[in-house]
């Protein structure tokens, strides 16, 4: 059974830093990209981040480039993405998930076979 279950949102201050965990379990962690995905109320999800299987390439949209940084664990099976400098226009529910087939387009959602239930990040004083 597939698993995706990811921890670390919260609310922090502006400029602050939070740090995601998605851990997964049931399907081969190897041979998946994982990629980190974002939706704020009333907006569609979009993608933030993506790590190619053996982290062999990394993906960030511009929005948060400098400042979010992917990193994958193979022998734990986790993914983490370090947010630094959160800034008004990052709260969202954040979800974690698996492709099998990326092709060239990380950032879409529909190459994407599994996901988490999604983790609210709050960004506020």
Known sequence: QV?????????VQPGGSLRLS???SGFPFDDYAIGWFRQAPGKEREGVSCASS???S?????SVKGRFTISRDDDESM??????????EDPAVYYCAASWALGSTWDNAAKYNYWGHGIQVTVSS
Not at 58 to 62: F, I, L, N, P, V
């Open 3 to 11: 698993q995706i279950v990811e921890s670390g949102g919260g609310l």
């Open 22 to 24: 998605c851990k997964t």
């Open 54 to 56: 053996s982290e062999l």
């Open 58 to 62: 990394k993906y960030y949209a511009d």
């Open 79 to 88: 993914v983490y993405l370090q947010m630094n400098n959160l800034k008004p």
